[in-house]
């Protein structure tokens, strides 16, 4: 565990969070860019120093790691892990990020006034230094992630940050475009790497990756191993802009010059890479790993190399350069020799120093001359000496030329490409496409500086040299690039490198710095790159359009429109299928279900049973003509026309229901359906009474004049489902045992545990609310959700009383402010069902709902309804409570509060709310006086006493009743002294609410 | 006596799907209730054993099967109480949409 670690990603977060804060508050209209750049910039200061000081231990040869549990259920972890490989990347990120944030400072200060520029600044400068740190924290996560799902995340995270970036001049549609473009395909790659990471991860039985890359061989042999390949190398290429994904890239450069230079040369499309030599060692070495990542590396290299030097933007030109370096990358890591991931690592290095070189001096150029093409360019060094003098450094790099380090980068690469190794059929290809690809390259290096910087002007521009630390900045990469190559081998860097490889490769890797090698078939090769290079430069002005004219469609661009319109597609038919109608809704969820059941589910008729009748015939021919009742009753009900006959048809049909409870004999549910019945009926008369007549008539039209087809339809449905039903009925009671597993337990039970001779209420009262005592966290609340439910409705349901507006309309909109209360009603309600919440601990079950209620309380300023809402979610917490009796109890106290913050807050509504508690109140008492205690006269009257009275209960009846003693035991503190809670009920129930009088007052 | 109370219960289910598909919406909701009807029923019918006298615990003789009554209970109340919500939600309807015809309703107007 190495705690250092988290220290350069907890670095780069606070800077997101400082410039953040400079977005939304009036200090970042304050600070100029420059100073929020320096000041910024101290994050990934602290960040690489800290990497640095891991360094010694590093190349000593050690993996540092560090972890925390992140979803221990699942067995995550969130993990880091610094080897040679993360160091190198690590170190690049932080390093370079560094560079730009002080380069953006100056990049977005305006050229022309620079002295009186200081209050000028917008927020929006901030914004870009927010995107860029969050950025940076992903990346620096990403390369430091030692698990799968942990680089997953940061890997979206770039994703996501890059698109913020891409769009940051949002105004202009170009940027939009790109940049949806940008995480489209990025985002589309990173769900492919999630299903491939997952696989992985399956296989090797942990998401770590230590595990994973330990497990190479179960992985490697897998049947799965294409498929898990495939998506993770699907992944990383989107991310890296290989072809045929590449035209992201380009696209992207619409990013401001900072972000370009840092995201799309040093950092985000190298991710792809680094993701390829991270999983090496696990996946690599296979006949698939070296055609499936040379092939495209190959074509990439080639495509980007062509294809960027046709190019007049200078950012345009630099991308497809880019995309041509990362097809070398990819086709290094294809090859399994030793030699090539030297030639990684080292190409790495040198592409990344010298291209964020020629990123930020493109953008210097940008920024001084206001304009990036190649056509209005010209003779610009002599305004701008040393920013063309690091163009030229980097650019010798880029071509690589001797004494840079871009020449070494070169080297390797051709060493590789013809090295032994190689399969016979590619050995004359390898070397060919490199020496093509070099050529080109080293010509695109030449069009930058020959035809921007040298040469004549082309218009009438009057370019100034940028600020000393404006140029400064890509002066320090480009200064590196030529001490590497000039200096005496660097003992520290190249023992990074040679770890880096190492950890990528599987096994040590050697690598040297030195430029000479004495001379051989690579240095041959690099002077035929050299030689057609500079001709094809000389050649330029007519090689370029012919180039323009011979370019095809080397992209799958139009794939990826065709694309975008196969998905608008099928979303307008997803809004023909979704247009609002119930009924359609409805149909498809019973066709769906029906289909669901006979094909996944296997549904069919058993074998029907063997006609049994009974013991007495008489009660069976009485069952039969019951159920004929309620099936014609059913009927009826949906054959009368007039909706009064339909209802009593269904009233007549539920109480056969009930007559044939009385049958099983079952007289509890009996009572309870008759009652429910009755009150169905009551209700849905009442409804009727309230639409209106016409619209009645209306929908008496509409519902017997339906026509042929639709009325066929909907009986085929009703009968399908019905035959699906049978099925399932019968399958369900042929099948069911004969032996009952927990009835019997209920019946032993109910007696000395509940002391209640109904069994199916002791059910219901006691064993139901058994799981409050046992403290089981997961049982005890099992409805969450109904509380914001009711306060959805609650909402709701307020609407209509707004249509007595004289001005209304029907449509009534509701007043403006109201919206806000009622929207803090349901989110009161859902936080507490959140708090309530069976995964959450007690804390969070009792304290939470508090401050939540309170806090309502406060807002809730003449807002009806407002008043029950509050005092349910302030009370929610006492639900835990054990036992029966006490949640009675609260019944009351809720009804209590409830009435008197009602009372307070709308005085109207009262008796709505109040019916409300008084039902909570009465359905318990209902069911609980069907319990005859034998002792203790607290149960029948809904009061326990509390314990003093307890005690004197107990002295008296000297046997002491084991459920009281339970029931009266607080589980935690604050019903300990449920007392004055219930002495203070009946004086305020007298004092505003009589009806609560008769069932509450103690006896 | 099961396949008849199969063909009962999946008889009734099957009108209160009809109902269901209903344009009219009072139609609806009585084929929710009747659907709710069949439901209890099939829970009624799906008791391990039937018996000869109430599940009492001082009752002699064979009880019948307490534990889906407690389940039909339950239903029962909440379907009551699922039954109110969708009136209150027709009644809303009707008043803001001037309609009980459910094509009508679609989408929420303010």
Redesign the interface.
């Known amino acids: 565990m190495d705690d250092a670690l988290t220290i350069p990603l907890l670095a780069c977060a606070a800077g997101a969070g400082l410039a953040g804060l400079f977005t939304v508050t009036a200090a970042g209209k304050r600070i100029s860019p420059r100073a929020m750049g320096w000041l910024l910039a101290i994050a990934p200061v602290v960040g690489f120093g800290i990497l640095v000081a891991q360094a010694p231990s590093i190349l000593a040869g050690q993996t540092l790691s560090w972890s925390v549990a992140w979803v221990p259920s699942l067995g995550l972890r969130f993990s880091l892990l610094l080897d040679g490989l993360s160091l190198l990347f690590a170190l690049l990120v932080s390093g370079i990020g560094v560079l730009v944030l002080i380069y953006s400072g100056y990049y977005f200060t305006p050229a022309r006034d620079e002295a009186g520029s200081e209050g000028a600044t917008r927020n929006t400068d901030a914004r870009f230094f927010f995107y860029l740190l969050l950025f940076m924290t992903s990346m620096l996560g990403l390369v430091l992630a030692g698990d799968a799902i942990t680089l997953f995340v940061f890997w979206e995270g770039t994703s996501i940050t890059s698109f913020l970036l891409v769009a940051y001049k949002y105004k202009d549609k170009e940027a939009r475009r790109g940049a949806f473009r940008a995480l489209f395909i990025t985002g589309g790659g990173g769900i492919a790497l999630l299903a491939g990471l997952v696989f992985a991860a399956s296989i090797a039985g942990s998401t770590s990756f230590a595990e994973i890359l330990r497990q190479g061989d179960a992985l490697r042999a897998s049947e799965l191993y294409p498929v898990l390949f495939g998506l993770i190398a699907l992944g990383a290429m989107t991310k890296s802009a290989q072809a045929p994904a590449h035209f992201w890239l380009p696209g992207a450069m619409s990013a401001p010059a900072p972000a370009s230079a840092y995201l799309h040369s040093a950092t985000m499309v190298k991710a792809g890479v680094y993701l390829l030599a991270r999983m090496h060692p696990a996946l690599g070495g296979t006949d698939l790993w070296f055609w499936l990542l040379s092939g495209v590396g190959l074509a990439t290299m080639l495509i980007g190399a062509y294809v960027g030097f046709k190019q007049n933007d200078l950012k345009a030109l630099l991308a497809y350069s880019t995309v041509s370096q990362l097809g070398v990358l990819v086709m290094l890591i294809g090859q399994d020799t030793e030699i090539a991931f030297k030639a990684l690592v080292i190409s790495i290095l040198a592409h990344a120093l010298y291209k964020s070189a020629l990123f930020l001096v493109t953008g210097i150029v940008d920024h001084e001359t206001g304009t990036r093409d190649l056509r209005e360019l010209g003779g610009i060094w002599r305004a701008m000496p040393a920013t063309f003098a690091i163009a030229t450094i980097a650019a010798l790099s880029m071509a690589g030329l001797p004494p840079l380090f871009g020449f070494l980068a070169k080297e390797t690469l051709l060493a590789t490409a013809t090295h032994p190794n190689v399969p016979a059929i590619v050995d004359v290809i390898f070397p060919a496409a490199a020496v093509l690809a070099g050529a080109l390259i080293l010509a695109q290096a030449g069009l930058i500086i020959f035809e921007s910087f040298l040469g004549k002007p082309k218009s009438e521009r009057h370019p100034h040299e940028a600020p000393v630390p404006m140029w400064l900045v890509p002066a320090i990469p480009a200064v590196i690039s030529l001490a590497i190559g000039l200096l005496p081998e660097p003992e520290a860097l190249a023992t990074l490198l040679a770890r880096a490889a190492a950890a990528s490769y599987g096994a040590p890797v050697k690598v040297s710095l030195a430029l000479w090698t004495g001379i051989n078939i690579p240095l041959a090769l690099s002077v035929i790159a050299i030689g057609v290079g500079t001709a094809i430069l000389a050649l330029r002005s007519r090689l370029r359009p012919l180039f323009t004219t011979l370019s095809g469609a080397l992209s799958l661009a139009p794939l990826y429109d065709g694309a975008l319109k196969a998905i608008d597609g099928l979303a307008w038919l997803a809004t023909r299928v979704q247009n609002g109608k119930l009924r359609l809704y409805l149909a498809i969820m019973f066709i769906a279900t029906g289909v669901m059941m006979v094909t996944i589910g296997r549904l069919s008729i058993p074998p029907l049973p063997m006609a049994e009748v009974g013991q007495q015939p008489a009660l069976a021919a009485l069952r039969i003509f019951l159920l004929l009742v309620i099936a014609v009753a059913a009927l009826a009900s949906a054959l009368l026309k007039r909706d009064l006959f339909a209802i009593l048809a269904l009233a007549a049909s539920g109480l056969s229901v009930a007559m044939l409870m009385i049958l099983e004999p079952a007289p509890d549910i009996a009572l309870v359906q008759v009652v429910v019945e009755a009150l169905t009926l009551v209700v849905l008369v009442l409804a009727l009474t309230r639409l209106p007549r016409e619209q009645r008539e209306r929908a008496f039209e509409f519902t017997f004049r339906q026509s042929h087809p639709g009325l066929v339809r909907d009986v085929l449905i009703a009968l399908g489902s019905g035959a699906v039903m049978f099925a399932i009925v019968l399958t369900a009671l042929v099948t069911r045992p004969r032996e009952s597993q927990l009835t019997p337990f209920y019946e032993q039970n109910a007696k000395p545990l509940t002391s209640a001779n109904d069994i199916v209420g002791a059910i219901i009262v006691d064993f139901s609310r058994l799981r409050h005592v046992r403290g089981d966290r997961r049982l005890r609340d099992s409805r969450p959700g109904h509380l914001h439910v009711a306060a959805l409705c609650l909402a709701q349901s307020r609407r209509p009383r707004r249509r007595q507006d004289p001005a209304g309309q029907g449509h009534a909109p509701l007043s403006r402010h109201r919206q806000p209360a009622h929207f803090a009603i349901c989110a009161g309600a859902g936080l507490a069902d959140l708090a309530a919440h069976p995964g959450a601990g007690h804390r969070t079950h009792v304290v939470w709902p508090r401050p939540a209620g309170g806090w309502l309380h406060r807002r809730g300023d003449r807002q009806p309804g407002r008043g029950d809402v509050v005092c349910r979610i302030w009370l929610r917490g006492d639900q835990a409570t054990p036992d029966v009796a006490a949640t009675r109890r609260l019944h009351r106290r809720r009804l209590a509060a409830g009435h008197r913050v009602s009372h307070r807050r709308c005085a109207g509504q009262r008796d709505v709310l109040l019916a409300g508690g008084l039902r909570q109140s009465a359905g318990h008492r209902l069911l609980a006086a069907r319990h005859v205690p034998q002792h203790g006269h607290a149960v029948r009257t809904g009061h326990l006493p509390d314990r003093h009275r307890q005690r004197r209960a107990d002295a008296r009846h000297a046997r002491p009743s084991c459920r009281c003693r339970s029931r009266d035991r607080p589980t935690d503190g604050r019903n300990r002294h449920p007392a004055p809670a219930r002495r203070s009920d009946p004086r305020r129930i007298q004092s505003g609410w009589p009806a609560d009088n008769s069932t509450t007052r103690p006896t | 006596?099961?396949?008849?109370?199969?063909?009962?219960?999946?008889?009734?289910?099957?009108?209160?799907?009809?109902?269901?598909?209903?344009?009219?919406?009072?139609?609806?909701?009585?084929g929710l209730?009747?659907i709710s009807?069949?439901i209890?029923?099939?829970l009624?019918?799906?008791?391990?054993?039937?018996?000869?006298?109430?599940?009492?615990?001082?009752a002699v003789g064979q009880?019948?099967?307490?534990?889906p009554?407690?389940l039909?209970?339950?239903a029962?109340?909440i379907?009551?109480g699922g039954?109110?919500?969708v009136?209150?939600?027709?009644?809303?309807l009707?008043?803001?949409?001037?309609?009980?015809?459910?094509?009508e309703?679609?989408?929420l107007?303010?």
């Open positions: 006596m099961d396949v008849l109370l199969a063909l009962t219960i999946s008889a009734v289910f099957a009108i209160g799907v009809f109902q269901l598909l209903r344009r009219n919406l009072i139609r609806s909701v009585i209730s009747i009807n069949a209890n029923l099939f009624l019918a799906a008791g391990v054993y039937r018996g000869e006298v109430a599940a009492y615990a001082n009880r019948s099967d307490a534990l009554q407690a039909i209970l339950t029962i109340v379907n009551m039954f109110a919500m009136l209150s939600m027709l009644y809303v009707s008043v803001r949409y001037k309609t009980s015809d459910s094509d309703v679609k989408g107007t303010h």
